[in-house]
């Protein structure tokens, strides 16, 4: 682990500390909820459940349900729901994308084939939906029904993007909006349903989700241009060569010359990692990473605003925490 990951891996030690029993409970939900009678699920669910994921959404869960002062183990259920949905969501993206790298190892379609791979997503996806049944509200059900409907939305609107070079930020943003920053939003949504929150409470946690959401994508876009695959966990260099047109290009080909808009063009339109050095120089040149960085920034300030209903607590102060970790984190 290189210097600078471990230092912003510095900054969610105290959430970390502080959501420990929570997460261990959820991570035992996820244990007993993942078991099924056929050898493969369990063998690739647990390949992947246990590959050193983050637990970023259900902490979000976790997090939010307890700043509403929530003391019940619902919201154990809840997170363990939204990880195996997030999971799912992994297991079809690696297929859809060809992945063979994820959290430093090699991607379960790599491992398992892709029919492995999407037929146990659809275990996960419909198991988080099982477990919804015994939460017993049909509102979490409403809003999970609604956010995976939209997240895979979101996906089929990034594959129209593909190599697309006229996509703009506006495109861009929907995207992210969609397939990573609706799930991050229900995550803390339900914190405040479980705790029979003002519909404007439950409004603003939701907001804050959002734009953490959309702050988290922005950072893994400029991660994909900057970290070292070490760090990511994954190929450097992958989105271009699935020709995805992220901010990064999308605002080096706006800022740069005429022949720099070219080439960026064409990578996007050929795909593959032959010119990606040069459209990392372009990238630098026009400082393209450190605009994705600030708009990043400014959607985690935004977060950050959407908790000023939440009374003084180490929660709310640990969902500020997690907001500035979305943007300075190096993985
Ligand atoms: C199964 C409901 C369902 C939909 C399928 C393929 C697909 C539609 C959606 C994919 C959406 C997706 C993978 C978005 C990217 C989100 C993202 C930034 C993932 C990485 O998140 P981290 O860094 O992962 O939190 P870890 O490894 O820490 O868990």
Do not use: W
Request: charged share 25%.
């Amino acid at each position: 682990m290189s210097e600078n990951k471990s230092d912003s891996n510095l900054i969610i030690q105290p959430v970390i500390e502080l959501s420990r029993n929570d997460m261990e409970a959820v991570n035992e939900v996820i244990r007993e909820r993942l078991s099924s009678e056929v050898a493969l699920v369990n063998q690739l669910g647990h390949y992947i459940i246990d590959s050193g994921g983050k637990r970023l959404r259900p902490m979000l869960a976790v997090l939010a349900a307890r700043a509403y002062g929530y003391e019940g183990s619902k919201h154990q259920l809840l997170a363990a729901i939204v990880e195996f949905i997030h999971t799912a969501t992994l297991l079809h993206d690696d297929v859809v994308d060809e992945s063979d790298m994820r959290r430093g190892q090699e991607t379960a379609n790599a491992m398992f084939g892709n029919a492995a791979s999407v037929l146990v997503g659809d275990f996960l996806y419909s198991r988080a939906f099982e477990m919804m049944v015994d939460v017993n509200s049909m509102r979490v059900m409403e809003i999970m029904a609604q956010t995976t409907n939209v997240i895979a939305e979101g996906e089929v609107m990034q594959l129209l993007n593909v190599h697309d070079a006229e996509t703009s930020e506006a495109r861009y943003r929907e995207v992210i909006h969609c397939k990573t920053a609706k799930l991050f939003e229900a995550a803390t949504r339900l914190g405040a349903v479980l705790c029979d929150r003002p519909q404007a409470e439950e409004d603003a946690i939701a907001s804050y989700g959002t734009h953490l959401g959309a702050a988290f994508q922005l950072i893994d876009d400029v991660l994909d241009y900057s970290s070292s695959s070490e760090d990511m966990g994954k190929n450097v260099g992958d989105d271009l060569a699935e020709g995805k047109p992220t901010l990064p290009l999308i605002y080096a080909m706006d800022q740069g010359t005429e022949a720099q808009s070219a080439l960026i063009r064409k990578a996007i339109e050929q795909g593959g990692y032959d010119m990606i050095d040069d459209v990392q120089a372009i990238i630098q040149e026009t400082g393209a990473l450190d605009y994705t960085r600030t708009v990043a920034q400014e959607e985690a300030d935004k977060a950050i605003e959407q908790l000023a209903h939440l009374p003084e607590s180490e929660y709310k102060q640990a969902l500020e925490i997690l907001a500035l970790f979305s943007v300075q984190r190096k993985a």
